[in-house]
């Protein structure tokens, strides 16, 4: 795998989405996943890196990332919480509004959104939790809450020993979205999914998108 990342490609809307964010909320660098590593040492419930990273791991095609997307189950979060202590800020971020993740609001604004990770007001945002709402410890779908699973099923790991989202359950996700850098990931991974992956993609998207135009590529 080369160094070099292929760039996003971003819609006028996008940059200009971009630039609203960086004035409004503070900028981001980013982790990379040996950074989550790091940060996430000693952490003992599952977790997993999803999002473009987790595409990257299993193609082996490096390309521009604009966050790290790790995610853990919603029943863990007070475990996270107390595992980074006082060396980090979180925000849970629910539509744009944010509310310090904290002792004096020990809640997240809602499971299914975001936790901002930081070290301070003066730092940038250096990790994106998105927890998984999670029934009776079973990894659950945030598109479809009938798709229920082990994480074991969901996730596997490399030989880094990170653990990642499967590639086809991070496809789902971005289906919603469809923006380049989704149709770009799509593309690079979709050669590389075996018959079953394939298979659950397609119905997923099917029973949820109907029209949705990646139906005519995943052929």
Known sequence: MTDEREPLHRTPEEVAEDERFFRWYGAWEPLDPAGVVELMAGFERPWWIVGGWSIEAFTGMPREHEDVDVSILGRDLAAFREHVGEEWNLWSNHGGTLRPFDDRNPEVLDVGSQVWIRRSAADPWVVDLVPTPDRDGLWTSKRDPDIVAPVEDVTWVADTGVRYQRPEV??????????????????????????????????????LYPEHPWLELMV
């Open 170 to 207: 991070t496809l789902h996700y971005k289906a919603v979205l469809h923006r380049p850098k989704d149709d770009r990931d799509l593309a690079v991974t979709w050669p590389l999914l075996d018959d079953a992956a394939r298979a659950w993609l397609v119905d997923v998207v099917r029973r």
